[in-house]
């Protein structure tokens, strides 16, 4: 039986920080360290789950068998750059006074660990602050591609940003961000580092890690639970699926199971504890229920996938853009402070109106609508601002994968504009790949 982790509480740093900026959060008191048994009978029940990890990216990595390699296609090929592919900062396209904002993360980001595209550039605290550009947030400019540098760290001291980010943050959030003793003990108060998943802590390395997800079928039963901290999932890894190689021995791990029929969903986070023939097994550290807002009803029935050509891009293609301006439901893979027990992989899924995300050139507006108030996956991107999302297409059974960077807009003229939601993200492609008729599964409307 896997042993339980130690309690630290159920949400890490950059979660709490989300939930302040928000205005307030969940306890979380739902969030257990282990599967009560209505949870493990519903995984069992299952014919299919979304789970993420994190994919290694550094030349090694790709040497040993990247995506490109796994995928085995010649349809179409990336345009990464030399730096992509080393795993060096390449900043997104989008270079507004928005994206130079100073980050509502960045109050707490640990700059010894920060990368150039998870830097203060990467993210907005809201609208009002889009005049604001400071040496953390030219971090993200063409000329700071190696913004890990000693001359870079010393250019962005934290506490400026801190500063900074005081001034800006809404007045609920503000008196975390300035303790009594000062700026200094901020980080021990929230601190959100981009260490993320749990990467060396040395001002020069540079995290090759990206979130990864995917989506594996099943007859009912693939999924099982040894006990209630063990999960196990019957799964071949040896496909043409780009995702399958990150899932590895000792890696994060997140699964969500979801019933679109009845929308229930249950999430199980923790680490994979072994890979063999017989599939994968999961320590499991958290797992809990979720509210059922934005699923939209659909009936699982059988369907022919195909051994298809994976095509893979670094810019979307009309093919992309359609089937992300027809989604009404996607999933998100984040992950921060895999080192830690509160920290890890999250895949969540997100659901709105057809045609709720908005597109512009290969940056994705995302609204935030209300939900349970953990801030999983905000509190992750505060963090470590690299996501995964995926598409499925339920009635030909098409997977479109992204990965990219994002920016979180916590309020202002731009959320407003967005019938419902509290706050809108943005999402910065860098790579993606679509597998045509990839699965077994098609999904019917059930009103």
Known sequence: MTPPVPARGPFHPGELAAQQLAGGGSPGGAIRDFMPDQHRRFFAALPFVVVATVEDRSPAAATAGSPENRAGSSAMTTAESPADRAGLPVIATSKSSTNRAVSSAAATIDSAGTSGDESAGSHAASSS?????????????????????????????????????????????????????????????????????????????????????????????????????????????????PASRAFAPGAPFGMLGIELATRRRNRANGTIAAVDASGLTIAVHQSFGNCQKYIHRRAVAAGAATESRTELFDHLDAAAAAAITAADTFFVASA??????????????????????????????????????????????LASPRAALLFIDFLSGDVLHLQGTTEIVWDGPDVRALDGAERLWRFHLRRGWRRPAALPLRWLAAG
């Open 336 to 381: 921060a402070r895999a080192d830690q027990p509160t920290g890890g992989v999250d895949i969540s899924h997100r659901g709105g109106p057809r045609g709720f995300i908005r597109i512009n050139g290969d940056t994705l507006t995302i609204p935030d609508y209300p939900g349970n108030r953990y801030f999983n996956t905000l509190g992750n991107l």
């Open 129 to 241: 602050a889009a005049s604001v550009d400071s040496s953390a947030s030219r971090a993200g400019s063409p000329g700071a591609a190696t913004a890990d540098s000693p001359a870079h760290h010393a250019a962005s001291p934290v506490a400026a940003t801190i500063d900074l980010l005081a001034y800006h943050a809404p007045s609920a959030a503000r008196a975390a961000f300035d303790p009594p003793g000062g700026h200094a003990d901020l980080r021990g108060v929230a601190a959100v580092d981009a260490r993320g998943y749990g990467a060396a802590s040395s001002g020069t390395a540079i995290d090759t890690r990206w979130p990864v997800a995917t989506i594996w079928t099943g007859a009912p039963g693939f999924v099982t639970t040894p006990d209630e901290r063990t999960l196990h999932i019957a799964v071949d890894l040896a496909t043409a699926d």
